[in-house]
């Protein structure tokens, strides 16, 4: 097989000295035995996407290992002295239960101490969410959470937050990447100093716990706590630490913690895919609930930031929602929790990003507030908190099931969450209904509208080819009619602009470029594509809506709209 000429450049300089023997070896038994993995492994280097940096581990530029972890973080160093000259440097640095997690974060950490910059280092695995709280708590300058999420079990990952608590977002992001780019891979500083290395554990839980508490319990009466049945998975991940102690000391009693998948462990042995989004990675909890007769189901993926949650339907059938549906129930529980307490002013907002639903915009509009949308990534909505200090921000979430509570977390909160939603749900068995009624209640009020996703995996050079031409097609033959329903508009995050293709007129879209693009129908039907910003995907986002004439019409309402989304599927030829 014939290897390009740039990539082989780059491999002859991994077997350079400045590497170590083992990744040299691995390197030349690829160049023998496996020259395809060779070329994927360094024909690119890995970027920060939506979430961060996330890739296969292993060696090469394309891959996460201590060089390319370290370059970054030898960027970073030479990023924070710059900004903040003459400052004593602090980070937080967390990981959760991915293989290698372990010791990649005591290698960023052991860079960090050798550029002469404080580290506090979890003593073991942690919850996302609570290196976020971290951060502010310890008043650092930046923070690192080692994580692949919900990816597979390959797979691991590089987050940067700011000390705002927040994920990375421009202009740092660019100016950072510039450094990391010009630096060359012996310029990494790996000689730990040791006395700036500083574990961390116990007080950073006992404040999260204690946070969490206040910004998501809402004077929930200790006999409804005690009513509430609830089953618990960690998906093999992080949150085992944090969110059967926050519910215990919130009051509930009744935890039924799925054992199988409680300890955590890289390879997620008992699931597909430890992303509460797929229904199969939740098959044990939902057994479980059955067994016991529970009221709801929640999980968490690996590094806990997304939850998934499951209810009791109409017919006491145990049904998953998916997380439009849990962002409008926690979001409208807000909204009226703060009305309620005469606490809304009209100078609060709630956040919500471009492919997740638009019911957002009507809860706002309900309460007189303002929803600010923004790109898919809690960075964002992040963003508008430090943005916008006047405002006061209330929650918020993207479809992909995360969601914050308040802003003492800077990025999508299972834990937190976790514990809204119980609230939610004890409160309505309390009163006599359920969260899926209230659920309902909100279709009658504003529309009942139905969210779907369909994620296309395309791996490698050639996936990338594809899915890159896939977005070109949409952009350069944009379809006028789908599902015999007029395209009205097409936005363009790309270019920035927006075509009306009613009165053929442009405007300018005032959000951060992305590589996205929306398509609206006359019905009032929304489709979104989008290369997924850390997976090998190209994503389609769909949104149908009609008006709910009345509780008993819910099914028929949602057969209608589940038929309209497959038909728009077929039309586009996606399945």
């Known amino acids: 097989m014939h290897i390009d000429k740039q990539i082989l450049e780059k491999v002859n300089e991994w077997l350079t000295p400045t590497f170590d023997s083992k990744t040299k070896e691995e390197i030349e038994k690829m160049m023998t035995s496996a020259p395809k993995d060779l070329e994927d492994s360094f024909y690119k280097n890995l970027e920060f996407g939506t979430g961060g940096m996330r890739g296969v581990m292993g060696v090469g530029t394309n891959r996460i290992n201590k060089y390319t972890l370290g370059k970054n973080t030898q960027g970073l160093s030479n990023y924070l002295k710059k900004v903040f000259a003459g400052e004593e440097l602090k980070v937080a640095i967390a990981y959760d239960c991915r293989h290698n997690s372990n010791t990649l974060a005591k290698v960023v950490a052991d860079v960090f101490s050798a550029n002469g910059i404080k580290v506090y280092l979890f003593s073991d695995l942690r919850p996302t969410p609570e290196l976020s709280f ?14 692949a999420s919900h ?3 390959e797979y691991n990952g590089y987050k940067v937050y700011w000390q705002d608590g927040g994920q990375l977002v421009p202009p740092q992001d660019g100016e950072i990447i510039d450094i990391i780019e010009n630096l060359q891979y012996s310029d990494i500083l790996f000689d730990a100093n040791a006395s700036l290395i500083e574990y961390i554990d116990q007080e950073i839980d006992e404040a999260f716990c204690q946070s969490t508490i206040e910004n998501a319990s809402f004077s929930t009466p200790q006999e409804a706590k005690d009513q509430l049945k609830i089953v ?46 797929e229904p199969e990675a939740l098959t044990m909890a939902l057994t479980l609930a059955d067994k016991i007769n529970a009221d709801i189901v929640v999980g968490t993926d690996p590094d806990s930031d997304r939850l998934g949650v499951a209810v009791r339907d109409l017919n006491g059938n145990m049904k998953l929602l998916n997380g439009n549906q849990t962002m409008v129930i926690m979001t409208a529980f807000l909204l009226e929790q703060w009305k309620r307490a005469d606490k809304i002013t009209g100078n609060e907002f709630i956040g919500s990003t471009i492919v997740s639903t638009p019911m957002m915009l009507e809860l706002a509009s309900e309460y007189g507030i303002e ?9 964002w909505i992040a963003k508008f908190i430090k943005d916008f200090p006047n405002q006061k921000f209330i929650g918020g979430g993207e479809e992909s099931f995360g969601y914050m509570v308040g802003d003492a977390v800077r990025d999508k909160d299972a834990v937190a969450a976790i514990l809204l939603v119980c609230e939610i749900a004890a409160q309505a068995k309390a009163a006599g209904s359920s969260l899926f009624k209230e659920l309902i209640n909100l279709s009658l009020d504003y ?3 139905k969210e779907y996703l369909i994620s296309i995996t395309k791996k490698g050079i050639e996936g990338a080819n594809e899915i890159k031409q896939m977005m070109i097609d949409l952009r350069e033959n944009p379809l006028r009619e789908i599902n015999g329903q007029r395209v009205v508009c097409i936005e363009d995050y ?30 009032g039907t929304k489709i979104c594509a989008r290369p997924s910003g850390t997976e090998p995907k190209i994503k389609f986002y769909f949104s149908v809506n009609s008006p709910l004439e009345s509780l008993e019409m819910y099914q028929k309402t949602e057969e209608f709209l589940d038929q309209k989304i497959k038909n728009i599927i077929a039309e586009m030829q996606l399945n």
């Open 494 to 523: 790309q270019s920035s602009k927006a075509l009306d293709l009613m009165s053929n007129e442009t405007y300018e879209i005032k959000i951060p470029k992305s590589n996205v693009l929306i398509y609206y129908l006359e019905d």
């Open 232 to 277: 618990y998975t960690s998906l093999h991940g992080t949150s085992i630490k944090a969110i059967p102690n926050v519910l215990e000391k919130a009051g509930y009693k009744d935890i039924n913690i799925v054992e199988e998948q409680a300890v955590p462990d890289g390879n997620f042995p008992t699931v597909k895919s430890p992303n509460p989004e």
């Open 371 to 379: 929803c600010k949308v923004g790109l898919t990534g809690f960075k």
């Open 151 to 153: 990816n597979p079990p």
């Open 134 to 147: 971290a951060v502010r708590y310890l008043k650092c300058h930046a923070g690192i959470v080692l994580t």
């Open 447 to 449: 529309g009942f509208y």
